[in-house]
């Protein structure tokens, strides 16, 4: 690859990560308040009130909106890799079931690096036949998400959204999500890069897992 190449493919897999992971937010979002709205509204204790209940805490915080995340994280990225690995479809299920079976265990919306390595490990089995060191990838994204959620969670401590120019932003909540999605994508863009460097000049190595 040569450097103008290298710099297109990050920059765009920095911005395919950071829109699909800001829109798919932000839909889910607007889907738990139609839910949440739902809930409060239907009859206590009833059969309809049970579901939508249990739809709520599925997108709010479960599996059902990890999947969502991951399809569109998937997808974007899926974007950026199919041409110059030759990637199926298979990319953006492997990204939804990573990120969907991380969301039974941790809260999607702040899925670290127990939901970081989670979306490595099921990727790798994608990539690891057509990039060296793919070994890597797992243990970079569990990084890179682990530091943009511990980022976020400082986020939502420290920024008042009502004082300075955060009162002026409609969602600010998504601009900060936004924002610590980009550095995530920073990270792991810049590794995907020197693996592609590295397949293009045929380098060989032992963290491939092959």
């Not at 249990?54 to 059902?64: A, D, P, R, T």
């Not at 979306?119 to 990539?127: E, M």
């Not at 070994?135 to 004082?163: H, K």
Request: charged letters at 10%; one cysteine or more; hydrophobic letters at 50%.
């Amino acid at each position: 690859m040569t450097r103008r190449e290298s710099w297109q493919v990050f920059l765009q897999w920095v911005g395919a990560t950071t829109v699909s992971v800001t829109l798919a937010r932000g839909g889910i979002g607007f889907l738990v308040s139609l839910l949440e709205k739902a809930v409060l509204y239907s009859v206590s204790g009833s059969p309809q009130g049970r579901i939508l209940l249990v739809l709520f805490q599925s997108f709010q915080q479960g599996f059902l909106g990890a999947v969502i995340l991951g399809a569109a994280l998937g997808w974007g990225q899926w974007l950026v890799l199919r041409r110059r690995l030759s990637l199926s479809p298979r990319f953006i299920l492997a990204t939804a079931l990573g990120l969907g079976f991380s969301g039974f265990l941790v809260n999607y919306q702040f899925f670290g690096f127990v939901g970081g390595l989670c979306l490595g490990l099921a990727q790798w089995f994608v990539l690891r036949r057509r990039l060296p060191w793919a070994g890597w990838w797992p243990g970079v994204n569990a990084i890179a998400w682990g530091l943009a959620s511990a980022g976020l969670s400082w986020s939502f401590i420290s920024v008042n959204p009502y004082e300075g120019l955060w009162r002026w932003i409609p969602d600010a909540t998504l601009v900060l999500i936004a924002l610590t999605t980009l550095g995530s994508a920073l990270l792991t863009g810049g590794v995907l890069v020197l693996l592609l460097r590295q397949r293009s000049s045929g380098a060989g190595g032992t963290m491939n897992g092959t």
